[in-house]
C-alpha cells in the first residue's frame, strides 16, 4: 500500500474502551478500523492519557472500574505496532486549556487533551462516541497543518469512505 495514503487517525478513550467491552451498535465499525490498522492501512494515535483513562467501563456515566483481569488484555491492546502513543508535553497542555477556553461544548480537560493532542500531529481525523463534547466540535479545531480536525464516530467514518468511493459500495452492508 501507498504510505501516503495511509490513513492517520486519533482515537478517543471511549472508542478503546467500547472495544475491550464489544459495546453493541459499536463494535462492528471500531473493529473495521482496528483490521485496517492491523493489515497497515490505518495508524491509531492516542494521548498518552488514555492508557489512564481506560479504566473503566463506560466513557460516560457510571464510572465502574474494568474487571482487574483485564489489564493485560488493555496493555497489549495499546502495544500493537500500529497504536502510537503521544506524549502530554507543556505545549499539548497549554493548547488544550486554551481549547476548553475557546470551546465551551468542550467540557472536560482529557477532551480538550485529545482535542489538541489530535489537533498538534494534523491526525485526518479525530474517532469518538462522544456524541456529547467532542463530534459537536466537528471540523471547528484548526490543525497545526492546516484546515479543521475531522471528528467523528468510526461509523461515520466507514460510512463516509464507502459514499467517496464507488468501488467500495456495499463492502460494509451486514
Known amino acids: 500500500m501507498n504510505l501516503s495514503a495511509k490513513r492517520i487517525l486519533y482515537w478517543d478513550a471511549c472508542v ?18 482496528w ?6 492501512e490505518t495508524e491509531i494515535w492516542t494521548s498518552a492519557l488514555t492508557l489512564v483513562e ?3 467501563v463506560k466513557c460516560d456515566g457510571a464510572t465502574n472500574a474494568l ?4 489489564d493485560f488484555p488493555v496493555a497489549e491492546m495499546f502495544d500493537q505496532p500500529w497504536v502510537f502513543k503521544v506524549t502530554l508535553d507543556p505545549s ?9 477556553r475557546s470551546f465551551p461544548k468542550c467540557k472536560k480537560p482529557t477532551d480538550a487533551v485529545h482535542l489538541a493532542t489530535a489537533s498538534a500531529y494534523s491526525v485526518h481525523e479525530l474517532h469518538t462516541w462522544d456524541g456529547n463534547d467532542l463530534i459537536a466540535l466537528d471540523r471547528l479545531v ?22 467517496s468511493d464507488p468501488a467500495q459500495q456495499g463492502l460494509f452492508e451486514s
Do not use: H, M, W
Not at 92 to 98: K, Q
Not at 143 to 161: F, N, V
Open 54 to 56: 481506560v479504566f473503566k
Open 67 to 70: 474487571d482487574p483481569s483485564l
Open 16 to 33: 478503546f474502551i467500547g472495544l475491550l467491552n464489544q459495546e453493541k451498535g459499536r463494535i462492528d465499525e471500531t473493529l473495521k478500523v
Open 142 to 163: 484548526p490543525r497545526k497543518a492546516g484546515g479543521e480536525l475531522r471528528i467523528c464516530t468510526p461509523y461515520e467514518a466507514i460510512q463516509s469512505a464507502v459514499a
Open 35 to 40: 483490521r485496517e490498522a492491523e493489515r497497515g
Open 92 to 100: 499539548i497542555a497549554r493548547e488544550a486549556r486554551r481549547l476548553l
